[in-house]
Each structure stands twice: as C-alpha cells, then as structure tokens.
C-alpha cells in the first residue's frame, strides 16, 4: 500500500504535467473493511489505478466506474458501498442515486460499509488567441477569467496589450499537445490571417474559430485550397466566430467568442459522459 503522502506527491506531478486522472479517498468506513478512513488511490481515465488503494474488489468496480465518469463530466462522486441487507433495511439497490450518493452492494465476507468519495483533477481547457487586435485582447481577458490556460500567438513586441496570461508566443508556432483540450481562435484581423489559419490548421484542436466575415473567410479558404490544405482541414473553421449576439464592440465580440467556446466545450464533455455512462 502506497502512502497517502505519496499519493498526494504523485497527485502534484500529475497536475503539473496537465494529465487528467481522478483522486478516489475513503471518507467513512464501518466495521471491518479491507481500506480505512484516509486511502487514496489515483485513477486514470481508462479506469486502470495508477497508485494507491481503496480496498479490493468489494468496492473497487464501484469506484472506478465512478472514477470514469467523474474525468468525462468533471463532476465528483460520493460512492457509499454498503452489504446487501443494509442497503435493502433502506430501501435501497446497487446502482442507486440517492442525495449525491451512488450506492453498490458489498459481497464481501467482511460485510462492512466504505464511503469513498471521487474527485476529478482535470488540467485547464486551452484558449488559443492568434493576433494582438483589440478583439484578441478581450478573449484572452475573458479566457483567464473563465479557468482557461490562454496562450496568445502574436508580435513579441505587443506583450505589454496583453494582461496576466500563461504564454506568449511570437508568431503562429505552436506545438500538438495532449496537455488540454484546446480551443483556437484567429483574431489577426487582418495582420497575418492566411499565415495564422494554415498553422492553427496543422493541430489538433477541439474547436477553431475566425474572426471575420463570411466573405472574407471564402476568400481565405480560396487561397489556401490553391495552397494544398484539404477542404476537410478547413471545414473545422468555424466563421464568422462567436455566437450571434449582435455584438458590436471588440469586448462584446469577445463575449460572443467565449460563450461559444464555453457551449463547444460543456458540449463535448456532455458527449464524452455518456459514452462513458
């Protein structure tokens, strides 16, 4: 057994490298249990135990489905596992909510309750903001105030416009990462926009957005077709970005910008949770 110092020694570092995984402890245990009060155990998305424990098969199925769901919608889980008769003196079956509690059945000789409550250490969705024009700068005001790592791709001289964001990067250079989910945005308007559009193409992203016209898009989409990039590459540009808000003002387009991130995201995590569900 793994040291609950340790584990949360191993929780540090995970969180550090922007891996996704759930922290499992038992709150509550009554008479015998295989796991006591204080065990943790590190879960990973695929609902293999990375480090720890939180008892054998008694409670452990219980957990890492739980452990599965907690990753896909970022809510946690409060599991109480409990032996048969218990649950049915409470009119209760396994596989029942009750209160923000999820019940399973302990078949176990041991016979005794565990409450093990699951948490999901998800790291930070990823705003990616091209351009350093006023509507840029909004975004990635917005991002920061909404939890996300905003990373902006613009002229290292234009650093001073940006406020307290994660990462600057001078020009349109940016590496494929499994750190996040990423969400782009093209906000050049105008200062590198074909430039900015074929290398946001080039990555994985959830999300890819152009701040322009229809017009304007059709026109860039000409000029990279004749360039070789693939029409379903650019499918994924999603333009005019922005819900429709009648926005008119760089902060109201921005606001238009993030809710439809935020939609995009909440979107596809709801999709992932039932997968997993």
Not at 83 to 109: H, I, K, W, Y
Not at 183 to 201: E, K, N, W, Y
Request: proline share 5%; hydrophobic share 45%; glycine share 8%.
């Amino acid at each position: 057994m793994t040291p609950a110092a340790d584990i949360l020694d191993l929780v540090s570092d995970l969180k550090a490298t922007g891996e996704a995984f759930a922290l499992a402890t038992v709150v509550r245990t009554v008479s015998l249990t295989a796991a006591k009060a204080g065990a943790k155990a590190v879960i990973r998305p695929d609902g293999t135990i990375s480090d720890g424990w939180i008892g054998g098969g008694c409670a452990k199925s219980a957990v890492l489905k739980a452990a599965r769901e907690a990753i896909a919608d970022g809510k946690p889980r409060l599991v109480s596992v409990q032996p048969a008769d218990l649950l049915q003196e409470q009119g209760l079956t396994a596989g029942e909510e009750s209160e923000g509690v999820r019940f399973a059945s302990n078949m176990c000789p041991s016979q005794g309750t565990m409450d093990i409550f699951v948490e999901p250490m998800l790291p930070k969705p990823e705003l990616v903001v091209c351009g350093a024009s006023p509507v840029a700068i909004a975004l990635t005001e917005l991002g920061r105030q909404f939890g996300y790592r905003v990373v902006a791709c613009a002229p290292k001289t234009s650093r001073e416009a940006f406020g307290d964001i994660d990462q600057l990067i001078d020009g349109f250079e940016l590496e494929n990462t499994n750190r996040s989910q990423r969400f782009i945005v093209v906000a050049t308007q105008g200062s590198g926009d074909l430039a900015a559009l074929r290398a946001m193409l080039s990555l994985d992203a959830n999300h890819i957005a152009f701040v322009g016209s229809r017009k304007k898009m059709a026109n860039l989409r000409g000029r990279l077709t004749a360039d070789g990039v693939a029409p379903e590459q650019l499918d994924r540009v999603k333009a005019p970005a922005g819900l429709d808000l009648g926005a008119i003002t760089p902060q109201e387009i921005a606001l238009s910008i993030i809710a439809e991130v935020i939609q995009s995201y909440r979107q596809q995590q709801q999709a992932v949770a039932k997968q997993t569900a």
